[in-house]
């Protein structure tokens, strides 16, 4: 581990200037010139996919494979939308790269574009990240003053153009239809699948989503090749044919109470207590963790036992969590109530949630209510089981709902009453026990 050479945080942790000179200076764009001249976007696409790159927003996809979904010899347009919108809680990997390497960024868009084929690009970005938007427009109008966007890019037969959309602060516009709703200035509701955006997305014409980091990293690929990507990270598991690797950097994102919160760039496949404890400086004030959140919270809960889990698209699932998602890890400590966790999660996305789909909807509101509850102290025991239940049987992986925001809001729930339910069993008997005394001492 201690050999690994950042690429992506490699120009923002010598803290090199984010502008077009200085991004060129230090090679920039240098793989947009090779690709444009030594390939086709058909080779591009065949070097994403051999690389074995997949999906950093969240699911994992293979994004090679996801390109070759578009229709072939479509008579366009094809579009290319780019989810920055980071809603994910502690997830702020992304934002890093926009403010400060946005032509790193940039760069793999066009790439991206070249190869599927897209001439219109929509970078959706988050409301709130308001120095992102100044930053990244800035760096496009850059481009344009250097034929790098717009007509006949590099005099080559490539025309590609870049708008900035700006979101209005929703978590479900992380959710791919959601955000194309939400582009085309409807309400962000996800849309039924098939069909999937590959065939009818924007607009109603083929399109892809990417995420920022995937298409950061598709830069590197086509610059220093396939092999130095597959020599990092985790190669898939023999007796799983499922598997398809964990190849590559990724960014890990480190916060809540450890002593030295950060975003750190490593391949695939530490564990959770080395990331906590050699790059997050341990847990603070001398604390024991409790347990953490290993990929945002839509992900589920590791307890401390479980820490040794390697952070890749396979190990997370290992433990009963969704997967990987962002790999943002929030750490709890020792004295922090797993009663508050729970309710915060479920605060979280009772208000997220689109309403769209009844399952989700109510689900998520009733698991808001008993976590209410058990907060109060007025809790049963059979309240656990409710949210176990409801936890199970919401979201699209059991075909209750359109989108999978419901399984995200149903896993951290599950999670916490499964691994820690001896703590909520105490909480609610101390409760009881304390109304039982209050009720007597009032006699």
Same mark, same amino acid.
């Given at each position: 581990?201690?050999?690994?050479?950042?690429?992506?945080?490699?120009?923002?942790?010598?803290?090199?200037?984010?502008?077009?000179? !200085?991004?060129?200076?230090?090679?920039?764009?240098?793989?947009?010139?090779?690709?444009?001249?030594? +390939?086709?976007?058909?080779?591009?696409?065949?070097?994403?996919?051999?690389?074995?790159?997949?999906?950093?927003?969240?699911? &994992?996809?293979?994004?090679?494979?996801?390109?070759?979904?578009?229709?072939? *010899?479509?008579?366009?347009?094809?579009? @290319?939308?780019?989810?920055?919108?980071?809603?994910?809680?502690?997830?702020?990997?992304?934002?890093?790269?926009?403010? #400060? *390497?946005?032509?790193?960024?940039?760069?793999?868009?066009?790439?991206?574009?070249?190869?599927?084929?897209?001439?219109?690009?929509?970078?959706?970005?988050?409301?709130?990240?308001?120095?992102?938007?100044?930053?990244? =427009?800035?760096?496009?109008?850059?481009?344009?003053?250097?034929?790098?966007?717009?007509?006949?890019?590099?005099?080559?037969?490539?025309?590609?153009?870049?708008?900035?959309?700006?979101?209005?602060?929703?978590?479900?516009?992380?959710?791919?239809?959601?955000?194309?709703?939400?582009?085309?200035?409807?309400? !962000?509701? %996800?849309?039924?699948?098939?069909?999937?955006? !590959?065939?009818? /997305?924007?607009?109603?014409?083929?399109?892809?989503?990417?995420?920022?980091?995937?298409?950061?990293?598709?830069?590197?690929?086509?610059?220093?090749?396939?092999?130095?990507?597959?020599?990092?990270?985790?190669?898939?598991?023999?007796?799983? %044919?499922?598997?398809?690797?964990?190849? &590559?950097?990724?960014?890990?994102?480190?916060?809540?109470?450890?002593?030295?919160?950060?975003?750190?760039?490593?391949? @695939?496949?530490?564990?959770?207590?080395?990331?906590?404890?050699?790059?997050?400086?341990?847990?603070?004030?001398?604390?024991?963790?409790?347990?953490?959140?290993? &990929?945002?919270?839509?992900?589920?809960?590791?307890?401390?036992? #479980?820490? *040794?889990?390697?952070?890749?698209?396979?190990?997370?699932?290992?433990?009963?969590?969704? /997967?990987?998602?962002?790999?943002?890890?929030?750490?709890?400590? $020792? #004295?922090?109530?797993?009663? *508050?966790?729970?309710?915060?999660?479920?605060?979280?996305?009772?208000? $997220?949630?689109?309403? =769209?789909?009844? %399952?989700?909807?109510?689900?998520?509101?009733?698991?808001?209510?008993?976590?209410?509850?058990?907060?109060?102290? =007025?809790?049963?025991?059979?309240?656990?089981?409710?949210?176990?239940?409801?936890?199970?049987?919401?979201?699209? +992986?059991?075909?209750?709902?359109?989108?999978?925001?419901?399984?995200?809001?149903?896993? %951290?729930?599950?999670? !916490?009453?499964?691994?820690?339910?001896?703590?909520?069993?105490?909480?609610?008997?101390?409760? #009881?026990?304390?109304?039982?005394?209050?009720?007597?001492?009032?006699?």
């Amino acid at each position: 581990m201690a050999e690994f050479e950042p690429v992506l945080l490699r120009r923002i942790a010598k803290k090199a200037s984010p502008w077009l000179d !200085a991004y060129r200076a230090d090679g920039g764009y240098r793989a947009l010139q090779k690709a444009l001249e030594e +390939m086709s976007p058909g080779q591009v696409v065949d070097a994403v996919k051999a690389s074995g790159l997949r999906g950093r927003g969240g699911a &994992g996809f293979p994004t090679g494979l996801k390109w070759t979904f578009l229709p072939k *010899d479509h008579p366009g347009p094809i579009y @290319m939308c780019i989810n920055a919108d980071e809603s994910e809680p502690c997830t702020f990997n992304n934002r890093i790269l926009m403010e #400060e *390497d946005p032509h790193q960024v940039l760069e793999g868009i066009i790439l991206s574009c070249y190869a599927t084929r897209a001439a219109t690009a929509y970078l959706y970005l988050r409301y709130e990240y308001g120095r992102g938007y100044r930053v990244l =427009q800035r760096a496009i109008d850059e481009l344009y003053g250097h034929n790098l966007l717009g007509r006949n890019i590099l005099g080559k037969d490539f025309h590609l153009d870049i708008f900035l959309h700006r979101g209005a602060g929703a978590y479900i516009c992380g959710e791919e239809t959601g955000l194309i709703e939400s582009l085309e200035g409807k309400r !962000a509701w %996800p849309r039924i699948k098939p069909p999937f955006p !590959a065939v009818e /997305g924007a607009f109603r014409k083929p399109t892809v989503v990417n995420n920022i980091e995937t298409v950061a990293c598709v830069t590197h690929i086509i610059d220093r090749g396939v092999e130095w990507f597959k020599s990092m990270g985790v190669p898939p598991d023999p007796k799983n %044919p499922r598997d398809a690797g964990s190849y &590559g950097p990724k960014l890990y994102c480190i916060s809540g109470h450890v002593n030295n919160p950060c975003c750190v760039e490593l391949p @695939m496949g530490i564990t959770l207590r080395d990331l906590v404890n050699e790059h997050g400086g341990g847990v603070w004030k001398g604390r024991k963790a409790k347990g953490a959140i290993p &990929g945002g919270i839509s992900m589920g809960i590791m307890t401390e036992a #479980e820490f *040794d889990t390697p952070l890749d698209f396979a190990g997370p699932g290992k433990v009963g969590c969704l /997967g990987l998602g962002t790999a943002a890890v929030t750490v709890f400590d $020792e #004295e922090t109530s797993i009663v *508050d966790v729970l309710h915060n999660i479920c605060r979280f996305f009772s208000h $997220e949630s689109c309403g =769209q789909c009844t %399952p989700c909807r109510e689900g998520t509101g009733w698991m808001l209510k008993i976590a209410e509850r058990l907060r109060r102290g =007025q809790g049963r025991l059979e309240d656990l089981k409710i949210l176990e239940e409801v936890g199970d049987k919401i979201g699209i +992986m059991p075909g209750t709902t359109i989108c999978g925001l419901a399984d995200g809001a149903g896993w %951290p729930v599950k999670n !916490a009453i499964r691994k820690f339910r001896p703590e909520f069993e105490r909480y609610i008997r101390s409760a #009881e026990k304390s109304s039982l005394l209050e009720l007597v001492g009032g006699h």
